[in-house]
């Protein structure tokens, strides 16, 4: 089975803080997302990756930022969290035009 | 306009009723297509994939229709458990997997 794994579930932070939301993939895919999911606006997507080091940015970039040094590992930056980033973020990864797997989701509160 | 367009419903149907979502895509270039079904507080999960020819999983069909961009998904006979959101998706601009989620569509299936 496909393992997609985000570091957290629920996290804490202050405005101003420097976070780091990691995931992590299993099956060796090329293809790697992080979504945040707020109610009503559906899954909106901040970056993607489909190679190690490269990245292109989705629908709502700013105030974010992304790192792939490995093909398992895709991490989100916030540089610097405001209360407007509480939100859910979502992992996903997938093999070229095949199914996307998703991590559980971390549940970000910024206060 | 949106990539990808849902009718967010909510859908409350009874059990036993047969009920259609529908889901539109502006990307002509687009190559592969997706539901999903998300429970509340959880991670989306594949429902099936969509292929030009129309599938079918027990109680649940698909259709693509390329030359209208439009996409549907038939749940005959619904169940309680069928209570969920359900998301399109659509993946595949230029050769990079990108993936774009609508809204996503609500449904309740009372007794």
């Known amino acids: 089975d496909v393992k997609v794994t985000q570091s957290s579930r629920y996290l804490v932070k202050r405005t101003g803080e420097k976070v780091f939301l990691e995931c992590v993939q299993d099956m060796d895919h090329e293809n790697m997302f992080w979504y945040r999911q707020d109610p009503g606006l559906g899954l909106r997507l901040i970056y993607f990756s489909y190679d190690v080091k490269m990245k292109e940015k989705g629908d709502i970039p700013e105030g974010y930022s992304v790192s792939r040094e490995k093909k398992e590992r895709f991490s989100l930056i916030l540089e610097s969290a405001s209360t407007n980033q509480t939100s859910m973020y979502l992992c996903a990864s997938t093999y070229k035009y095949t199914e996307a797997f998703f991590g559980q989701g971390t549940r970000l509160t910024v206060v | 306009r949106k990539e990808v367009e849902q009718d967010p419903g909510p859908f409350n149907v009874p059990e036993g009723a047969t009920v259609a979502f529908n889901c539109t895509y502006s990307n002509s270039a687009s190559q592969s297509f997706f539901w999903y079904r998300q429970d509340c507080r959880k991670e989306p999960k594949l429902l099936m994939s969509?292929?030009?020819s129309g599938n079918e999983d027990g109680r649940f069909t698909a259709q693509l229709n390329r030359a209208s961009q439009y996409i549907s998904l038939l749940i005959r006979d619904s169940k309680l458990s069928d209570s969920a959101t359900y998301l399109c998706v659509v993946m595949g601009e230029g050769n990079t997997g990108k993936l774009i989620f609508g809204q996503g569509t609500t449904l309740q299936v009372k007794p």
């Open positions: 969509v292929y030009s």
